[in-house]
């Protein structure tokens, strides 16, 4: 990392189901706290706001900029909230080093992203923004695709909620049946498009290890 990266061409909003990742991590939920009881979350979480070009490929850890929890001291309360880490361990950042899931998502994506948000601060803000302002969980939750361990939803039931709300179709990932992780792409005035490579199709063929099948679950925490 380090040196100039050619400008970007497009951000990925991608979340996180935690019902799913939590299923992989429940034995060190007392370490990450977020995978169990109160602190719970009951919808998709983020992952991280990530700049994309239109090939298909990205930019990674694109200035000598460290992260600083101070920066966002102001926004702690709704990070833990909507944006925790649901994993054991701790990720690398762009040093050599290990830090927090912000740290990572910062230093390896957020820098990338300075020419449209900003400072570290502003790419915090900004995705928390867009996350609330394009609410999935609730979009789904209104065409009835709510946590479940025993549904089974469609797959193109699901893009379709997801395309009829924002005119963009998502990318999912899933682990097995479930769905762990959703991908919203938006231009640079953060308007919806479409994602550069459209890795789903709603046929069920599996082109990938994390694709989804033509039947998919939302998981619920399993105490
Ligand atoms: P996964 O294999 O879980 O999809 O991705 C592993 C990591 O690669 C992600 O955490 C992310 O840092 C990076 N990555 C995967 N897909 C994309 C993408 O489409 N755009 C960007 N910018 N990074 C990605
Ligand atoms: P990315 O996939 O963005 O490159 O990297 C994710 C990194 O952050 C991995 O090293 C992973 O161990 C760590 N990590 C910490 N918390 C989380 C989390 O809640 N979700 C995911 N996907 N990765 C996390």
Redesign the pocket.
């Known amino acids: 990392g380090g040196h100039k990266q050619r400008e970007f061409d497009y951000f990925k909003l991608?979340l996180?189901w935690p019902g799913t990742?939590c299923h992989r991590t429940r034995h060190c939920c007392s370490s990450?706290g977020c995978c169990r009881g109160s602190n719970a979350p009951t919808g998709f979480?983020i992952?991280?706001l990530?700049p994309d070009y239109n090939d298909g490929t990205w930019p990674a850890c694109c200035n000598g900029k460290r992260f600083d929890v101070k920066e966002i001291s102001t926004l702690l309360g709704a990070l833990n909230k909507f944006w925790?880490?649901?994993?054991?361990?701790?990720?690398?950042n762009c040093h050599g080093g290990k830090g927090?899931?912000w740290e990572?998502?910062w230093e390896?994506?957020g820098t990338c992203a300075s020419s449209v948000v900003g400072d570290e601060y502003k790419y915090f803000l900004t995705t928390l923004n867009i996350y609330f302002k394009y609410n999935i969980t609730e979009v789904l939750r209104e065409a009835g695709y709510v946590a479940s361990n025993s549904e089974k939803y469609p797959l193109g039931g699901i893009i379709s909620a997801i395309q009829n709300a924002f005119h963009t179709t998502p990318e999912l990932e899933c682990s097995g049946d479930a769905v762990e992780?959703l991908r919203l792409c938006f231009d640079k005035n953060f308007k919806p498009r479409d994602c550069a490579v459209d890795s789903n199709t709603e046929s069920g063929i599996v082109t990938s290890k994390k694709s989804c099948p033509r039947y998919v679950s939302l998981p619920d925490y399993v105490s």
């Open positions: 991608s996180q990742v990450n979480t992952h991280g990530w925790p880490s649901l994993s054991c361990s701790s990720p690398s927090l899931f990572h998502e390896k994506h992780e």
